[in-house]
């Protein structure tokens, strides 16, 4: 069992930037490939971001490419989305991911996660 737990959530406005982390528990974090999703209110939820197990290979969604950026610390269970250049439009609840023994383009595919975090919102006002 892997607990999923976001933070660094809040209200920015726009151009400016977060950071948030995903703190996992459990064991073997390094066998699973970890992404990040969002879902903004009468969307479904959507890719934006993957790393692979060990954070030699990432993929990000064409609308986030270039101003979001994400890493992972193995030593310390947690991954984490650098968010820069906010715009309005990133304004959602952001929900890291974990998928067991996955490429991270797996993840990007929604395809093979076994856990999700609760969410943690992101607001970008105008």
């Known amino acids: 069992q892997v607990q999923l737990v976001e933070s660094g959530g809040g209200l920015v406005q726009a151009g400016g930037s977060l950071r948030l982390s995903c703190a996992a528990s459990?064991?073997?974090?390094?066998?699973?490939?970890m992404g990040w999703f969002r879902q903004a209110p009468g969307k479904e939820r959507e890719f934006v971001a993957a790393?692979?197990?060990?954070?030699?290979?990432?993929h990000y969604a064409a609308t986030v490419q270039g101003r979001f950026t994400i890493s992972r610390d193995n030593a310390k269970n947690t991954v984490y989305l650098q968010m820069n250049s906010l715009k309005p439009e990133d304004t959602a609840v952001y929900y890291c991911?974990?998928?067991?023994?996955?490429?991270?383009?797996?993840?990007?595919?929604?395809?093979?996660?076994?856990?999700w975090g609760q969410g943690t919102q992101v607001t970008v006002s105008s």
């Open positions: 459990g064991r073997a974090f390094s066998n699973y490939a």
């Open positions: 991911a974990a998928a067991f023994d996955v490429t991270a383009r797996s993840v990007s595919l929604m395809k093979g996660i076994n856990y």
């Open positions: 790393i692979s197990l060990k954070g030699g290979t990432s």
